[in-house]
């Protein structure tokens, strides 16, 4: 079974401040990450993923996140927080595990940014 | 232009009615799904579809029902709605990978 765990209910960051969100993981096989937003009364938005290749990887409005194979971690990080970036951040994994890919996901940390 | 539709995005409705909420794709994924949220807390996966005649229980057991005639259309049904259900619900397509598309999620109110 996979599974996905966001240590953190809130995490707190004054405006200006590098951010960072954290997601572990476990899963059999190799790991499919995702970092979602969600803005009140909205669906959730895709930030970025890893699928192979470069551990660090580059998404949306600034947002990068590192994978971490030996850790099984996938943090979400920002070098300068925004105000706008408070939110609601999901992490997701999935895997081929059963030939599913049905991702599996994190209880989600709500973001917010001190002005 | 490719996207995800909910509708309705808000609806009250009374106890014991039916009720059945849209959701539409132009991606052409194979993959579909729909989940339970309460605002701002985790995401519980009621169905799922691998495609056209495909459907399966997620991990939170639902009372609802839904049907994949159509690749683009996944339908959710109540048949007799509760005060319980009361909730948002989130649909969502996917590529093989399960990079996941959203909708903007249906608002319930049982009163």
């Known amino acids: 079974a996979q599974s996905v765990a966001q240590p953190e209910d809130q995490v707190n960051v004054a405006e200006g401040n590098p951010l960072t969100v954290k997601c572990t993981y476990s899963?059999?096989?190799?790991?499919?990450l995702f970092w979602y937003v969600q803005y009140p009364n909205r669906g959730l938005q895709f930030l970025l993923k890893y699928i192979t290749g470069d551990n660090l990887v580059k998404g949306s409005y600034g947002f990068e996140a590192e994978f971490n194979k030996s850790q099984t971690s996938f943090h979400l990080k920002k070098p300068s927080a925004l105000v706008s970036d408070s939110a609601l951040y999901f992490c997701?994994?999935?895997?081929?595990?059963?030939?599913?890919?049905?991702?599996?996901f994190g209880r989600g940390t709500s973001l917010i940014v001190h002005p | 232009e490719a996207d995800i539709y909910q509708t309705p995005r808000y609806l009250v409705i009374g106890t014991g009615k039916k009720i059945t909420l849209e959701c539409s794709q132009t991606m052409g994924h194979d993959k579909m799904y729909w989940y339970q949220q309460d605002p701002g807390m985790e995401l519980h996966l009621i169905h799922y579809s691998y495609g056209v005649n495909s459907t399966e229980k997620g991990d939170l057991s639902s009372e609802s029902t839904v049907s994949r005639i159509r690749t683009e259309h996944f339908p959710l049904t109540l048949e007799s709605a509760r005060p319980s259900h009361t909730s948002q619900y989130l649909c969502a397509s996917s590529e093989l990978l399960g990079m996941q598309f959203f909708g903007p999620g249906t608002r319930l109110t049982v009163l």
């Open positions: 997701a994994v999935s895997s081929a595990s059963g030939g599913s890919y049905i991702p599996t």
């Open positions: 899963v059999s096989g190799n790991p499919y």
